[in-house]
């Protein structure tokens, strides 16, 4: 079961962990008594293999916030197999896709651990109504989940097997944190096949070669780019050549 | 069966008076209300061409050409008052062709004179037209020019043949390769972007737009918060890379393709049909990530996402609706996307015309005939498959009976069986 607990938490200087943040421009005095959307936040852990909605789930008109931890957000294709619609990661917002609609069009499944903060959106109006830039911010944001979109849809549609997994990896490493050449790879090979349209055993040919090269090094649900040049390349298109090609 | 309005052109044409007597006798025996129209010529693409190739048209060349306009309306006026019909007169600014056929749609019956072409051009007022001709010459010359000169000299007075310049152009166009047509149209567009008209929701149709409860009282006056732009069939409404400077589409009429750039020819990456809009996958972002090239003329509403403008522009659309427009377009966008896990031709193609089908529903068109206003290739690039491919599967889709193809308009004659296929459960 999902444990609930109000936010934000004791001992934690206000505003400091907040990820309404960058919305919210209310930075008053530490002692000022807190504005409603704060008072309701929640916080919920969310164990692996938890889910944080279901398919077809009723809307709940809450806004989902990633604090820690990685989801993916999942869809069935018209042939019963899982199709990955995304990776969101810490700072993400979740299911917004979902604003306005009376059922969830996808599921989100936490990968390790996470904590999920929720807002309710009756709330974050508020907040959006009274400040004109944290609407514009908002704005941003959904705009965003569209081109995010539309960028994975241009993965699938043009682009061989190794071009996609390839760009895969750049993207993720961009998520990265700046000055760490560590990201995570939370996710199996099966996952990322869903993800770039291919099936895990791909994945995992392609990445092992990757590997080979010294391009990639793998480590615990984590990975690098030793030579990003080199594969920013393959994701531009070029050819690798021998002795894998073709594979 | 009677008439209730019966529009008649009015224009220097030596056979005006001929016209205006035949109107007047059917309006009298009927009695109707009667309508004489002029038309002054100047429509957007003349103000258009006249910023492409160097300044507007000067107020007193345009008052020339309004006053040339009245004279022709003052005549048609006498000619209903001699004969005691009920009657008024209207102006507008358009060419002949599209004003009328404008018109027409308001009138149960139009009276136009046969062309005279030995006879037309009915001598404008030497003042007026010429000094408008010079200008378009003084401009710069070029085709561009000598449009917008020649439409506001003699045009107004064609009646019956009703072809305007730039109507010829476009089928002249029609033959040259699109590429040529889209290299040619970052010039286009740097003029389109000035070539802009300030929309007054009682003149524009507005009441119509399903979008008007995004816009509705916005902006004081009978203002809404946008602005009317035309773009020609293989221009660019903008492209990818630049700079996105607040605007967001709305389209009136017309489609588009959205083309992502690639090193061998773009990939097209969607499709945005009216009443869609374009450029919500860009709020906020510094640049375009794909270009918009209209499949054909269209016609869209340029929303300025500018806080700091005036008043009416605080909040260019009401809020909340936006935020559900953005929300379906999140999820139009994500659905785009896990289409393309499907791996046969078949099942995408199907998938697409069944979307096309959905958007259609939902915007109150018939689900089941659409128009594609794509080529074989854009519908190639987006499925991700060869054009050969397309017109493989189209056939086969035709040979099974589940559509009927004929030019552009597609009928989709079963739709569970394109369901089961893109579902992958049957083979075509």
Redesign the interface.
């Given at each position: 079961m999902m444990q609930v607990r109000y936010c934000p938490q004791p001992g934690i200087p206000r505003c400091e962990a907040c990820p309404l943040r960058s919305l919210c421009l209310d930075h008053g005095p530490p002692d000022a008594p807190l504005p409603q959307v704060c008072q309701e936040q929640r916080c919920v852990q969310l164990a692996t293999g938890e889910h944080l909605f279901r398919l077809a789930d009723p809307v709940d008109h809450m806004v989902y916030i990633i604090r820690s931890g990685y989801l993916k957000q999942y869809?069935h294709?018209?042939?019963g197999?899982q199709?990955i619609?995304d990776f969101p990661g810490p700072g993400a917002w979740v299911g917004?896709?979902?604003?306005?609609?009376p059922q969830r069009?996808?599921g989100a499944i936490a990968l390790c651990d996470c904590e999920v903060v929720i807002v309710p959106f009756s709330r974050l109006?508020i907040l959006?109504?009274r400040q004109?830039?944290a609407?514009?911010?908002?704005?941003?944001l959904?705009?965003?989940?569209?081109?995010q979109?539309?960028?994975?849809?241009?993965m699938?549609?043009?682009g061989t097997a190794l071009q996609r997994i390839a760009q895969f990896l750049l993207e993720r490493a961009a998520l990265a944190p700046p000055g760490v050449s560590r990201a995570a790879l939370p996710m199996s090979r099966q996952d990322i096949g869903?993800y770039l349209?291919l099936t895990a055993s791909t994945v995992s040919r392609w990445m092992s070669e990757l590997r080979r090269r010294g391009w990639l090094t793998l480590g615990q649900r984590g990975f690098s780019l030793p030579d990003r040049d080199a594969v920013g390349l393959l994701a531009?298109?070029v050819p690798l050549t021998s002795p894998l090609a073709g594979g | 069966m009677s008439y209730k309005t019966i529009l008649v052109h009015a224009d220097h044409a030596p056979n005006a008076a001929a016209r205006y007597e035949l109107a007047c006798l059917l309006a009298a025996s009927q009695e109707t209300h009667l309508v004489g129209t002029a038309l002054t010529g100047l429509n957007l693409d003349c103000y258009r061409d006249a910023i492409a190739y160097g300044g507007m048209l000067s107020p007193q060349d345009a008052q020339a050409i309004h006053d040339y306009s009245r004279e022709a309306l003052a005549e048609f006026t006498a000619h209903a008052q001699r004969a005691g019909v009920s009657h008024e007169v209207r102006m507008s600014d358009d060419d002949a062709e599209s004003g009328l056929v404008l018109q027409a749609r308001y009138a149960d019956l139009m009276v136009l004179s046969q062309s005279e072409p030995a006879a037309v051009p009915g001598a404008p007022p030497a003042q007026g037209g010429g000094a408008a001709a010079g200008h378009a010459r003084r401009a710069g010359g070029g085709r561009g020019a000598a449009v917008a000169g020649g439409r506001a000299a003699g045009r107004p007075a064609g009646d019956g043949r009703l072809r305007p310049p730039a109507l010829a152009r476009n089928r002249a166009g029609r033959g040259h390769p699109a590429r040529a047509a889209i290299d040619d149209s970052s010039r286009i567009h740097g003029a389109l972007k000035k070539a802009v008209m300030a929309i007054q929701s009682d003149r524009s149709n507005c009441e119509r737009c399903i979008h008007f409860h995004l816009c509705r009282d916005t902006a004081p006056h009978d203002q809404v918060a946008g602005r009317r732009l035309r773009v020609r069939r293989h221009a660019a409404l903008y492209r990818a890379g630049e700079a996105v400077g607040n605007s967001l589409y709305s389209i009136r009429s017309g489609s588009f393709k959205?083309v992502?750039p690639?090193?061998g020819g773009g990939?097209v990456?969607?499709f945005a049909l009216a009443p869609q809009f374009l450029g919500?996958?860009?709020?906020?972002?510094a640049t375009h990530?794909?270009s918009a090239i209209a499949l054909e003329d269209s016609e869209v509403c340029w929303i300025t996402w500018d806080?700091h403008a005036i008043r009416g522009r605080?909040?260019p659309l009401q809020?909340?609706a936006?935020?559900?427009m953005?929300?379906d377009?999140?999820?139009r966008?994500?659905q785009?996307?896990?289409q393309?896990?499907?791996?046969q031709a078949g099942q995408r193609l199907a998938e697409l015309m069944l979307s096309l089908s959905r958007t259609n529903r939902d915007n109150g068109y018939s689900p089941v005939r659409l128009r594609l206003p794509m080529s074989r290739s854009d519908i190639a690039s987006?499925?991700?498959v060869s054009a050969e491919c397309v017109s493989r599967v189209l056939d086969r889709f035709r040979r099974a009976g589940l559509v009927e193809l004929c030019r552009r308009e597609l009928t989709l004659l079963d739709q569970p069986a394109l369901q089961q296929l893109?579902?992958?459960?049957a083979a075509a």
């Open positions: 869809q294709g018209r042939d197999c199709h619609v917004l896709e979902s604003l306005f609609q069009r996808t109006s959006l109504d004109p830039q609407a514009d911010i908002f704005g941003h959904l705009s965003g989940a569209v081109a979109h539309q960028k994975h849809a241009a699938l549609r043009g869903d349209g531009a298109g | 959205l992502l690639q090193a990939q990456n969607g919500l996958n860009a709020l906020g972002a990530m794909f806080r605080r909040q809020r909340s936006l935020y559900a953005l929300a377009e999140i999820r966008a994500e785009a996307a896990l393309l896990h499907h791996t987006y499925i991700g893109a579902s992958g459960k």
